[in-house]
């Protein structure tokens, strides 16, 4: 079956400029999460939604950052008024409940990758 | 705040050469261990899972330990190929909502 997807797969952008990030999960899961990767690290976390609602939001860096998942399924991230700093790869990943039950095993996108000028 | 790190960055290796990639995590408290590839400019491909329950999980060439108490995963590769070329990183799921907390992973070369 298909995987994550995730588009566009590059964006490029100018500083001060807003974007928006796609992500769809795997048909049927409800977890679903945002993740950032600069280069030469490892992802860092942004956001988990459980259905419609984001259940944490605590790796958003500030408040140019958002995200919606309105239908439990599609996730865009927009993010506002970008600086060069904001220049990674987002990633989305799914998984099919989320929480804490030790089974979360969570299937990522190839990501999409950002830069701002 | 869990911390997790993988030593060396970088690892080259000829062909047919077992392996080990190792990790390290500062808070016992987990859930789950995630191993990851990535290959370059690609997302991550999940490779094995380990209950915090568990002591190890295999997939083919791969086997992937868990010691809790220590803070410790490794990853054994065995008769790597070039095709194993990639970065291979670790996650730990502490609970909070399943997030993964990542390391920066280590960047496999395989000779051929």
């Known amino acids: 079956g298909a995987g994550v997807s995730q588009t566009p797969s590059n964006k490029v952008t100018e500083k001060g400029k807003y974007v928006e990030l796609r992500c769809d999960p795997i048909?049927?899961?409800?977890?679903l999460y945002w993740y950032r990767q600069s280069l030469g690290q490892g992802p860092e976390f942004l956001i988990y939604?459980?259905?419609?609602?984001?259940?944490?939001d605590s790796g958003l860096p500030n408040d140019r950052f958002f995200a919606v998942r309105p239908e439990g399924s599609v996730s865009t991230l927009k993010i506002q008024r970008t600086e060069r700093g904001d220049s990674a790869v987002y990633l989305c990943?799914?998984?099919?409940?989320?929480?804490?039950?030790?089974?979360?095993?969570?299937?990522f996108g190839p990501g999409t990758r950002l830069t701002v000028l | 705040k869990q911390e997790v790190t993988q030593i060396p960055a970088a690892l080259s290796v000829p062909e047919g050469e077992n392996l080990v990639l190792n990790c390290s995590f500062t808070?016992?408290?987990?859930?789950?261990l995630q191993w990851f590839r990535q290959d370059p400019g690609k997302g991550l491909t999940s490779l094995l899972l380990?209950?915090?329950?568990?002591r190890e999980q295999t997939s083919g060439r791969l086997n992937a330990s868990l010691d809790k108490s220590s803070g410790r995963s490794t990853l054994y590769i065995a008769a790597s190929q070039p095709g194993d070329s990639a970065t291979y990183l670790c996650?730990?799921?502490?609970?909070?909502?399943?997030?993964?907390?990542f390391g920066k992973g280590i960047t496999l070369s395989v000779r051929p």
């Open positions: 990943a799914s998984s099919l409940r989320g929480g804490s039950t030790g089974l979360n095993e969570q299937f």
């Open positions: 939604f459980q259905g419609t609602g984001a259940a944490d």
């Open positions: 996650a730990v799921d502490t609970g909070a909502n399943s997030k993964l907390t």
């Open positions: 048909s049927g899961h409800t977890a």
């Open positions: 808070d016992s408290a987990i859930y789950n």
């Open positions: 380990i209950q915090s329950s568990q």
